[in-house]
DNA sequence: ATATGTGAATTGATTCACAGCG
DNA sequence: CGCTGTGAATCAATTCACATAT
């Protein structure tokens, strides 16, 4: 009967970056039509999204910019801190170790670990670079609930079984492969290279419907 | 009748990257179940996703593992070359300028912009960054068609709507804000931010089912 | 009067079962 | 006999229309 769409909880996230800007040009009060034109769907939409967690408007006059944030804030489990650790520190672990909005919503970089003797023991972001060796031991002593994957391809279902293994409830899997997802732990890719091949097929379309005979 | 499903657009992408590891460990023949067992979806699903495009198996022995790969590349645009260009060169555009698989298939970084004048003029990746004054003309000049855009959430609009005038035909964003694609442009988002809250939500489900009276 | 919240209708995507070829 | 390719059936998501609350 239940289970929330993945389009939805996506739009969810959307919705809740433009209550927040709302909040911060000083807006008190907004409706389904004004989330609909800036998260580019329709208004239809945005009450069926935000209907299957609960009634947080006022018919007749909309929603409270106040009110909705933190209901979002609620539904996306954002009212409380997570541990973030990074596993690999490559040129993509290393610049979001010094990434700056990641405390906006209390995620707090606690470790960074890489299999590489020359980037051990190297301080990024005011941590001290760790041997993969000690990640399930580390990981369960700062109670690490997230990791952001950025090894290569080859090494990350390894790398995603030893956290899942180590109890990480959360990977944020950059690598450029599907994962499976270790027992007990959600895997969110971030793949800009698929975007970018998703982007060349949308580019060709155009000019297509040619058949090979 | 037609439009692509874009979930089959990224599962396509998904294809290639395994077609592709298939043939570099030496594999001649593939099955839609080999391929479901790696992409993480049901063999109907790939059958069905690659009915859209044609006919590319041999009923009874499978797909050749040299032909999927050269089909899905066909489908997906990758058969050509494409001028790449990034605007914004903060660390993130930095990394993206050295990522050393773009060349892989045939994406050419041509051109980085940005409007710090202390960026400009500096060598990246072998190339000079240029102020984004000159965007229009060198996209032009340069025939550019895909630009990433990674500057902040507050100017990338702006971004987009020159690199749409200027005839960009691809853009992907970086940019954690929802973008309005302009006329004749696609828009691909790579928001790991938005990655990171999702993940926020699926971590705190198991726990849920509250109400607030 | 106005904009939310929601069952019903529609549209779209996935699954299935098997026909069709090698 | 295998495994692909595909119409038909199922399932899910989106759209719609309107009753409902302020």
Redesign the interface.
Known sequence: MSAIP?AT??R???Y??IVSQLEESGAERTSSDDLAR???VSAFQVRKDLAYF?RFGTRGAGYSVATLKR?LMR????TRP?NVAIVGMG??GE??A?YP?LEA?D?RLRAAFDVDEGKVGREVAGLTVRHVDELADVVRRLEI??AFLTVPSTSAQAAADALGAAGV????N?A???I?PPAGT?V??????????????????PKVKE??A
Chains 1, 2 share one sequence.
């Not at 409830?169 to 944020?172: D, H, P, V, Y």
């Open positions: 993945t909880v996506s969810l996230v959307t809740l970056r800036e998260a580019h609960g209901e539904i996306l489990g954002l997570y040129r993509l610049a979001l010094d909005n919503y995620f609930d997230i409830q959360g990977i944020l950059f450029p492969t599907v499976d959600h969110e890719p971030v793949d800009f290279l698929a975007g970018l091949k998703r982007l060349s097929f949308y580019i060709q379309q058949e090979t």
